[in-house]
T-cell receptor, first 114, second 118 residues
């Protein structure tokens, strides 16, 4: 089955700086890679996603890049703000044609220092 | 519009008792998923429904866990003879699922049920 590794487990950056979180996956047939943000005590919220036929996607201060050859994808947050503090999870959907369950990384606790 | 809802929000039960958790997906979403999140841990996939059928039950941790979905909408996750290691937040998500043109993957989560087994 799919295995997703995520690092770092904790990331502390100064407000206004950029943050990068990286994930690798094992199943070369995986074709969908979402990122979720989870604030303490809240539900995970989908913030951006990328499909395997695209190399990069941007949405305002957030971008995701995908390298299928190397089987890794990354989340980039620019001009970080205090409200970006949360746990971020990457995930992958294994290939196979169905809308299958997500395999998640273990999460990155992002701390924005004022 | 209304998002995914789950009930109860909190459940405390004694070891050995059975519990039922309920999920009401977004209207029109044909795919429904159950996940488990243990304290400080990531999310663990349990089971996936497309309509009323469950193509993938691979994540259910033991035969004490079962789920059903009737009418293509509400789903219940049942845990029999609960154990302390079952304590976790149980999250439900839904997506549009398999539509003409292929699967749609975006999953939207409910608020979860926090289960505590004493």
């Amino acid at each position: 089955g799919e295995n997703v590794e995520q690092h770092p487990s904790t990331l502390s950056v100064q407000e206004g700086d950029s943050a990068v979180i990286k994930c690798t996956y094992s199943d070369s047939a995986s074709n969908y890679f979402p990122w979720y943000k989870q604030e303490l005590g809240k539900r995970p919220q989908l913030i951006i996603d990328i499909r395997s036929n695209v190399g990069e996607k941007k949405d305002q201060r957030i971008a995701v890049t995908l390298n299928k050859t190397a089987k890794h994808f990354s989340l980039h947050i620019t001009e970080t703000q205090p409200e970006d503090s949360a746990v971020y999870f990457c995930a992958a959907v294994p290939g196979g044609g169905g809308a299958d369950g997500l395999t998640f990384g273990k999460g990155t606790h992002l701390i924005i220092q004022p | 519009g209304a998002g995914v809802s789950q009930s109860p929000s909190n459940k405390v039960t004694e070891k050995g008792k059975d519990v039922e958790l309920r999920c009401d997906p977004i209207s029109g979403h044909t795919a429904l998923y159950w996940y488990r999140q243990s304290l400080g841990q990531g999310l663990e996939f349990l089971i996936y429904f497309q309509g009323n059928s469950a193509p993938d039950k691979s994540g259910l941790p033991s035969d004490r866990f079962s789920a059903e979905r009737t009418g293509g909408s509400v789903s219940t996750l049942t845990i029999q003879r609960t154990q302390q290691e079952d304590s976790a937040v149980y999250l439900c998500a839904s997506s549009l699922g398999l539509v003409s043109g292929g699967p749609t993957y975006e999953q939207y989560f409910g608020p979860g049920t926090r289960l505590t087994v004493t």
